[in-house]
């Protein structure tokens, strides 16, 4: 069965400095990777996905993340962070043989301060 | 891409009673999917809403509890029954309008207070 690590629960950073959250799965078999941010009251928007391909992946909003499949990591940065930048991230996983389920971690709420 | 709306955006319910949440997507599409979303965690996959068939529930969840309806491709509702202050939670809809690409769009979120 796929699961999925989220190792810091929160992360706080100054405005304009660089940030990782950190994401780690576990999984049989070949998987997709996602992240997904979810600002104040709202729903679920995409940021990135790994499909296939290169290993580094640009995403909306400047964000980026690096599958490494030897150390079944998906970590997402951001070079410099703005006060916008304030949600909660989800990594998610879901494997090629069942795609449709979406395994989600437990998420990373980051806060930017001004 | 996919724009979904639900209704009610919150509600506060009384223990004992059910309330309907409805998913409507501006297009026609395949996959249809309920989560649940309890106070700060994570997404927790409730059941796929299958058009013209039963839902296909996830392990922990029931259709007595959580009845859920797919009458065409663009809209789903989904009962919470017998509500407990347990059931406080997000619910949300989710689709795949596109399976090719393997992208999940979401609702806003219906937010349940049971009391």
């Known amino acids: 069965a796929q699961s999925v690590t989220q190792l810091d629960s929160q992360v706080p950073v100054f405005e304009e400095a660089p940030v990782e959250l950190r994401c780690n799965y576990s999984s049989s078999v070949s998987v997709y990777l996602f992240w997904y941010v979810q600002y104040p009251n709202q729903g679920l928007q995409l940021l990135l996905k790994y499909l296939s391909g290169s290993t580094l992946v640009k995403g909306i909003n400047g964000f980026e993340a690096e599958f490494n499949k030897s150390q079944t990591s998906f970590h997402l940065r951001k070079p410099s962070v703005h006060i916008s930048d304030t949600a909660e991230y989800f990594c998610?996983?879901?494997?090629?043989?069942?795609?449709?389920?979406?395994?989600f971690g437990p998420g990373t709420s980051l806060s930017v301060i001004p | 891409s996919a724009v979904i709306s639900q209704k009610p955006s919150r509600d506060i319910c009384q223990r004992g009673t059910s309330l309907t949440i409805q998913c409507q997507v501006d297009?026609?599409?395949?996959?249809m999917f309920w989560y649940r979303q309890q106070p700060g965690q994570s997404l927790t996959l409730i059941a796929t809403?299958?058009?013209?068939?039963?839902?296909?529930?996830e392990s922990g969840f029931v259709i007595d509890k959580f009845p859920i309806s797919r009458p065409n491709l663009t809209f789903s509702t989904l009962t919470v029954s017998n509500m407990s202050p347990e059931d406080s939670s997000i619910y949300l809809c989710?689709?795949?309008?596109?399976?090719?690409?393997?992208?999940?769009?979401f609702g806003p979120g219906t937010r349940l207070t049971v009391t």
């Open positions: 989710s689709v795949t309008p596109d399976r090719g690409l393997y992208e999940q769009y």
């Open positions: 998610a996983v879901s494997e090629k043989t069942s795609y449709d389920k979406v395994i």
């Open positions: 809403a299958n058009q013209g068939s039963e839902a296909t529930y």
């Open positions: 297009s026609q599409v395949t996959m």
